[in-house]
């Protein structure tokens, strides 16, 4: 490959570790040539989580790890003209962007240029007719019950490319799809048009291996005697290689643990893809049908033949909304007869709370693969001597009522079955989001730069 | 002569969730045995095999060049993340779930 531009991802999600930038920068400069570094940490839950953090305090509401990510690299980074891009903005872009120029102001780069790319909150009381509208019926039965606690477009790559032709040396952004992070770089380093299509499509299939992260190197993969990953406990970060063609490399510094193959990069590939035919995003509809993935050894797999489609009419928007309380308690039963002792609770407890829509788990019998209505896969140990930890879960829009189900397990203590121990309970408020599509010119975005 | 196997033997697997919608790859070790798969992995057995989570679809797409399936199965997750109160409220762990299924293969 000639003409390679390197984009490195140093985060996943919001809460990964913020040691993994390092390797990631000192691999970019030892390379050298074009490259950015990336920070994917806005989920579906994310933002609206930073939505209530921002209502609490109005300088909140970005990623709260911000300054561990950025300050072990930020120097390096600036000063090796490799910029950074980040939906670290979450609900409060400026608030991040004032805290990137302090950190830089200490490191002693007093002016370095950081774009806030804006336009995605719509959820401006002026534009709220519009939104519910656009919601299905069903959902707007849903929203009228309750309270709207952010509502954001996914935006596409354009104001990040733009932002970055115009000087940015980090570029802050809330709700973006997540291959934006990356579909923005290469298209101000390649100066493509916007209507190349298989040049996005594979763009955006870079930017999908790059966004969770790990999940490309052999973090979320080892599976002991037959998927074995060596060094997980330092998994490197994933750096991608494009070409002006859109030929692809996965790999990751030499220095770190995890791996690269045909496999990691094949689960990664099809990971929250629903028609590899048609992966919708801002920018295009990229198409993996014809793709291959070749295993090139040394922890490098390249990706060639993705195709794009002209991007979509719409816009897709998530509406976040208020969920109610949910509640989760545990009690542990342990030795002879154990199951027996513990499912005689949670008989008492359904009858205690027969009014709840309950959850009820026999955690060391039964658990996790069965539905919320307790049907599905079970099995009892045969020994007659076990460690079962029952849990009671329940969702309700009031916080008393939810609050039953921890004040229930705790009165099992002492009004119980024997034997019943180690009691942990919580109370939660619950975010509940809904999708609506809008009309791509019904969405202003735009980018400026931070002004200190 | 007929006997089964686990399609663990056979492919490794991954998840997503987006709202109450589970996709899960299955990709084979080795590419003999992507047309078995093809053959034994209907749509309407992953279905069954998830029925006690009742589905209301489930979709298959075939990518053999990457030797994978990917299973689109909807109404899977109890609500999904936001709703469900399973403790693997993404239902992450699914994919084993699929590795658990028996496949038939001929003895010949």
Known sequence: MTDIYRVACAAGFSGDRTDVARPLVDELLRQGGPSCLIFESLAERTLALAQLERHQNAQMGYEPLLSEMLEPVLADCINGGIPIVGNFGAANPEGAAKLIASIAKQKGLPNIRIAIVKGDDVSAAAFRSKLEALLSPEDQAILAKSTLVSANVYLGAQEIANALIAGAQVVVTGRVADPALTVGPLMAHFKKDWSDWDFLGAATMAGHLLECGAQVTGGYFADPGIKDVPGLAQVGFPIVEFDAQGNICVTKPPSTGGLVNRMTVTEQLLYELHDPAKYLTPDVIADITKAHITDLGGDRVSLTGVLGHPKPDTLKANVCIDGGWLAEAEISYAGFNAYARAQLAANIIRERLSDLDLRIDFIGASSIFSGDTGEGPQFKSKEGFEDIRLRVAAAHGDRNQALRVCREITALYTCGPAGGGGVRTSLKPRLNTLACFIPRELVKASYEFFEG | ?108
């Open chain 2, 1 to 108: 002569m007929n006997k089964s196997i686990s399609l663990y033997k056979l492919a490794h697997a991954r998840t997503g969730d987006k709202g109450n919608r589970s996709n899960i790859s299955v990709i084979a070790h080795h590419p003999e045995d992507f047309s078995l798969l093809q053959k034994e992995l209907t749509e309407e057995k992953v279905k069954a095999h998830f029925g006690f989570r009742n589905p209301s679809a489930v979709k298959r797409y075939e990518l053999p060049n990457l030797m994978a399936f990917n299973f689109v199965i909807d109404d899977v997750l109890d609500g999904g993340v936001n709703l469900s109160l399973n403790l693997d409220s993404h239902g992450k762990s699914l994919s084993y779930w699929l590795l658990a299924m028996e496949i038939n293969i001929d003895c010949k």
